[in-house]
Structures are given as C-alpha cells and as structure tokens.
C-alpha cells in the first residue's frame, strides 16, 4: 500500500531563514505527488504537485518542492520565510494504484519566528 | 460553482443522533473525496467516488457512516448514531479527471461537534 512520511510535526524557523518540509513516500509505481497548505480554520490549498516530466516543480507563494525517485522523496522548500507562511503543510500521494486514492501524511506545522 | 461547497459549515449533535453532510462539488469534476480531520490529526480517507464506477469505501471506520452521490454531483456523507469520537472536521474535494493529475480542490469543511 502507498503511504506517505512528514519528518517532524513541527518545524520553527526565522522570518528570512530557508524552509525544509520533509516528504518520503512509498510507491511501487510513478507516484503523483502534492503538496497542500491549511490555514486555521480553513480548507486545504494546493501549493504544487508532480505528474509526470520536470522533476523540480515551483508553486505559489515562492514554494518549490522536487522529485528525486532514487530517495522517494518530495521535500518542499522556500529560500525566505515569511511571517504569512505560518501553517499547517500535507504532503499526499496518488496514482499509486489503479484507485488513484490520494493518501496524505500526518502534516508539519510551521511556525516563523520573527 | 466556483468551489467546492460543503454545508453546513458548523454542526452541533446530540449523541446518538443521525447527521447528514453535504458537499456540492465543482461542476464537470468527476471525481470526489470525502475525508476526516480530528483535532491535531493529519486527513483520514473515507470514501472515494470516481466517475460511474463503484465507490471506494474502504475508510469508512464503521457501518454507521455511508455515502452517497447522486447524478455524478452532489454527495451527501451520513453519520448515524453519532458518537462523541465522531467530532472532527469533514473534507469534501473534487477533481476534474479521474487519475488525479490535476490536484484536488477541497471545500472549506464541516465541523461536527458531538456533545
């Protein structure tokens, strides 16, 4: 079964400081791979996914997450933390098998100290 | 419409009492997911549709939750006999195809409350 793995709920860093979210996943198939952003109280917002072609992918907001098949990993990261970037962030998989269910992980929230 | 749209955006429940959920897709999606966030909890699956083919249940967590969509639109997720485990917030989403590539596009939620 697919699955996916968020290292550290909680992540804290400095307004200006680069920001690292960690995503392993398990496929044994070419996954679809996502990115999504909650703030409190509100839905769930895509930031960028992967499907298929450049393994880099850039998003909204200054994120940018990428592909590397040879670690399973799809970590997102931004160069500049913003005060505004405070939330919560699901990594979540897809594609995996013919379902296409989207499976996410358990989330890492981001704290920015100012 | 323009999102996905899910009501109501706040429900408060006795114990023991049947609730009904709705969500009302963006038009033309095909695909829909609902699924369950508890309090500091990551997103539970519960129950995929996809196109005309057979529902995905296979995260319903008992027999007292069911779903359905009716003419490839809107679903309603109900809970019966709810219980004090069954409070959390409940996600719909949409998405265009059936494989998912497009990404999922997610309402805002229903925050059930079982008191």
């Known amino acids: 079964a697919q699955s996916v793995t968020q290292l550290g709920s909680h992540v804290s860093v400095s307004e200006g400081a680069l920001v690292l979210l960690r995503c392993n996943y398990s496929s044994s198939v070419p996954p679809y791979l996502f990115w999504y952003v909650q703030y409190p109280n509100q839905g769930l917002q895509l930031l960028l996914k992967y499907t298929t072609g450049a393994t880099l992918v850039k998003g909204i907001n200054g994120f940018e997450a990428e592909f590397k098949k040879s670690e399973t990993s799809f970590h997102l990261t931004k160069p500049s933390a913003h005060m505004s970037d405070a939330a919560e962030y699901f990594c979540?998989?897809?594609?995996?098998?013919?379902?296409?269910?989207?499976?996410f992980g358990s989330g890492t929230r981001l704290l920015v100290r100012p | 419409g323009a999102g996905v749209s899910q009501s109501p955006s706040n429900k408060v429940t006795e114990k023991g009492k049947d609730v009904e959920l709705r969500c009302d897709p963006i038009?033309?999606?095909?695909?829909l997911y609902w699924y369950r966030q508890s309090l500091g909890q990551g997103l539970e699956f519960l129950i995929y549709f996809q196109g005309n083919s057979a529902p995905d249940k296979s995260g319903l967590p008992s027999d007292r939750f069911s779903a359905e969509r009716t003419g490839g639109s809107v679903s309603t997720l109900t809970i019966q006999r709810t219980q004090q485990e069954d409070s959390a917030v409940y996600l719909c989403?949409?998405?265009?195809?059936?494989?998912?590539?497009?990404?999922?596009?997610f309402g805002s939620g229903t925050r059930l409350t079982v008191v």
């Open positions: 979540a998989v897809s594609g995996a098998d013919s379902s296409y269910k989207l499976i």
């Open positions: 989403a949409s998405s265009p195809d059936l494989t998912g590539g497009y990404g999922y596009t």
């Open positions: 038009s033309g999606h095909t695909a």
